[in-house]
């Protein structure tokens, strides 16, 4: 191994002599596939220029039509370009040139200088490299094409002048990846925003790739792989460990049946709502980390949806038990529509069309998934209605008790007997909790304003106007008391009405308050 060894170094040396010899004479080997990169004065780079490779490759210096052409401006075969010419200080055939060709190998490792300048070591003849690209079968790498050098970069080997080579002492660090990084002057390598440096690559990485077991999202934010969750540093991603009760799904902790995720620990739902709304409510688990909330039997909601109390008591702060309307056997149901055309009406394929994706609109405003049946029936009672007062509405103002519904209850399964309530001046039965507590603060606002104090509840004539304010209930029309309402309303809040809101308010004023 050792006899080899000095064999190749004695080759090796050799080699860098700057003269003119046959290429059969001794190994090409140490330059056989070499890329050549040529200085470019204005971008103050190496940039490539062709390979010591197969003749019949576009790169190889020995394919007088590709680098190796006479005409073209970086080849080192034009004895007028920058390359070539006897003059130029960056000419592989000038015997004073500073700035001389440098050969790399596949390694990415400094090899020498291709020149006829002999005080540039080690240095390689030109004429040497062409005779053994003439007789070379390698092709050229590829990857090279795309690389630019700062500076000459440290070598595979390097002479020491006493009979051996030296491997390099320290590992240099190339900018050639030019797609997420980009070469300072300074000679070091930055990386594009998003990117690290990655030592073990020695090329610039995506941030979200740096540690094991993450990924970057489709909004482009770092995520730790599903069963996983980041340190506390947020420098890795490392196993989920989820609390008592609870399993993981993806890369969230879910809690098991009837248990609701707070503060890291599975609370049972009806402990959940024990702690905000106190002792007389129970819970259902309604998301991973929410509850619905209820008062418990003979106990009802106060104002501002704060404490469950109980009925009997008719306190001032108490809100009476809400009974079931009689409604009209009149209703049927919309999501059949023979039903629906039975109560005398004619089928509008073009008015369903319509509807249907202004529907679509409203459900994705509100943030409501709708089924197919649900989007249907709601499409059949917009188009035609579901009883005599709701088909006296007409398409339009039944769309708007739809989009009020959709906001303000909120639930996907309409319940239809609400509808035709809030369309006949009655208070709905099957109410949403968590919507009315979102509305509690703008809807007080203007009851105060209206009324000039809180809601009396045991008040028929306020109870009506307070569930009015909150589910846009509406009346029987009378253009008359509508009149009176907005005019009553610009006198009080000095603006005319513009949103649901509003025009509820404006129900109150010429409906219900007398």
Request: glycine content about 8%; charged content about 25%.
């Amino acid at each position: 191994m050792k006899k080899w060894f000095f064999v190749f170094c004695g080759i090796f040396l050799f080699l860098l002599v700057p003269v003119s010899v046959d290429a059969g004479s001794f190994d090409c080997f140490p330059i056989d596939g070499a890329s050549i990169f040529g200085w470019d004065s204005w971008d103050d780079n190496y940039q490539f220029i062709g390979s010591i490779s197969n003749k019949f490759g576009s790169e190889s210096i020995g394919n007088q039509f590709g680098a190796g052409n006479k005409f073209s401006s970086d080849s080192i075969m034009n004895s007028f370009g920058d390359y070539g010419s006897k003059y130029g200080s960056a000419s592989a055939f000038n015997s004073l040139a500073t700035h001389s060709p440098i050969l790399i190998d596949k390694y990415d490792k400094f090899i020498g200088y291709l020149t006829t300048n002999q005080f540039k070591t080690p240095g390689i003849s030109p004429y040497l490299a062409l005779s053994c690209a003439d007789s070379s079968f390698k092709s050229s790498i590829s990857k090279h094409e795309n690389y630019i050098f700062p500076f000459v970069p440290s070598g595979s080997n390097s002479w020491n002048g006493s009979g051996s080579y030296n491997l390099p002492t320290a590992p240099i660090v190339l900018c050639y990846d030019l797609v997420n990084g980009y070469a300072g002057s300074d000679g070091t390598c930055y990386c594009n925003n998003g990117f690290v440096w990655s030592e073990n690559e020695l090329k610039c990485i995506d941030k979200c790739l740096q540690y094991d077991n993450s990924h970057r999202g489709t909004d482009g934010g770092c995520y730790c792989d599903d069963g996983y969750q980041n340190n506390a540093d947020k420098t890795a991603c490392v196993p989920m460990e989820c609390p008592e009760a609870a399993r993981v799904v993806g890369n969230t902790c879910v809690c098991n049946g009837e248990f609701v995720l707070k503060d890291n620990v599975c609370k049972n739902a009806t402990l959940d709502c024990s702690a905000t709304f106190g002792p007389n409510v129970y819970g259902k688990k309604k998301t991973n980390t929410t509850s619905d909330c209820y008062c418990k039997d003979g106990y009802e909601w106060n104002v501002s949806s704060t404490r469950c109390f109980k009925t009997a008591e008719n306190s001032p702060d108490s809100v009476e038990v809400i009974s079931p309307s009689v409604l009209s056997k009149s209703i049927v149901d919309p999501a059949k529509l023979e039903e629906v055309l039975s109560q005398g009406l004619v089928r509008n394929e073009a008015e369903e069309s319509k509807y249907s994706i202004l529907i679509e609109k409203d459900s994705k405003e509100f943030k409501i998934d709708l089924s197919t049946i649900n989007k249907g029936a709601i499409t059949n009672f917009v188009s035609y209605g579901i009883s005599n007062k709701t088909i006296a509405l007409g398409a339009g103002e039944r769309r708007a008790v739809v989009r009020d519904y959709l906001e303000t209850v909120g639930k996907e399964n309409v319940n239809w007997e609400d509808i035709e309530r809030m369309v006949n001046g009655e208070k709905i039965v099957d109410r949403n909790l968590e919507k009315e507590q979102a509305q509690v603060t703008a809807a007080l606002k203007i009851f105060k304003k209206i009324f000039k104090h809180d809601p009396v509840f045991s008040n028929a004539e306020e109870d009506l106007g307070w569930n009015t304010l909150l589910y846009r209930i509406r009346f029987p029309r009378d253009l008359e008391k509508e009149k009176e309402g907005i005019t009553k309303f610009k006198k009080i809040f000095w603006y005319s009405p513009k949103t649901p809101m509003d025009w509820a308010a404006v129900r109150v004023l010429g409906y219900v308050k007398q």
